[in-house]
């Protein structure tokens, strides 16, 4: 479900965070679906529950999950239409792109980028 990369600079928490966003907003985990419990997913990837914890509440203070006290945590069945969450993320594309765009790189390759990027979905 979730792997972890010791290599890559991000923080573990966020690249849990990054994994678990993707599964929620991809469908591979649906609406409503029970997360791991904080203890199980430590457990399985031999990493302190805090670390975990901290994934979970960055979750659900941007809208991906929901928690139920003393049942768990759930993937948000609205995570997808997050009006703030996306004009947060693009908001980061436009950012991105007067950087790439400042380092050379062409409207056409851009625009190829995009056009690649739609082929995956």
Same mark, same amino acid.
């Given at each position: 479900?979730?792997?972890?990369?010791?290599?890559?600079?991000?923080?573990?928490?966020?690249?849990?965070?990054?994994?678990?966003?993707?599964?929620?907003?991809?469908?591979?985990?649906?609406? #409503?679906?029970?997360?791991?419990?904080?203890?199980?997913?430590?457990?399985?990837?031999?990493?302190?529950?805090?670390?975990?914890?901290?994934?979970?509440?960055?979750?659900?203070?941007?809208?991906?999950?929901?928690?139920?006290?003393?049942?768990?945590?759930?993937?948000?069945?609205?995570?997808?239409?997050?009006?703030?969450?996306?004009?947060?993320?693009?908001?980061?594309?436009?950012?991105?792109?007067?950087?790439?765009?400042?380092?050379?790189?062409?409207?056409?390759?851009?625009?190829?980028?995009?056009?690649?990027?739609?082929?995956? #979905?």
């Amino acid at each position: 479900m979730i792997s972890l990369n010791y290599r890559d600079s991000r923080p573990i928490y966020e690249q849990i965070k990054d994994e678990l966003r993707k599964l929620i907003v991809t469908g591979a985990m649906s609406a #409503d679906e029970k997360l791991p419990s904080v203890r199980a997913l430590a457990s399985q990837l031999a990493i302190n529950p805090n670390t975990i914890q901290r994934a979970y509440n960055e979750l659900e203070s941007e809208g991906y999950i929901y928690s139920v006290p003393g049942k768990g945590s759930f993937a948000s069945a609205d995570a997808g239409t997050d009006g703030a969450r996306k004009e947060e993320l693009l908001a980061k594309v436009q950012e991105l792109v007067k950087e790439l765009r400042y380092l050379g790189v062409t409207h056409e390759d851009l625009l190829a980028l995009l056009e690649e990027g739609k082929e995956h #979905d």
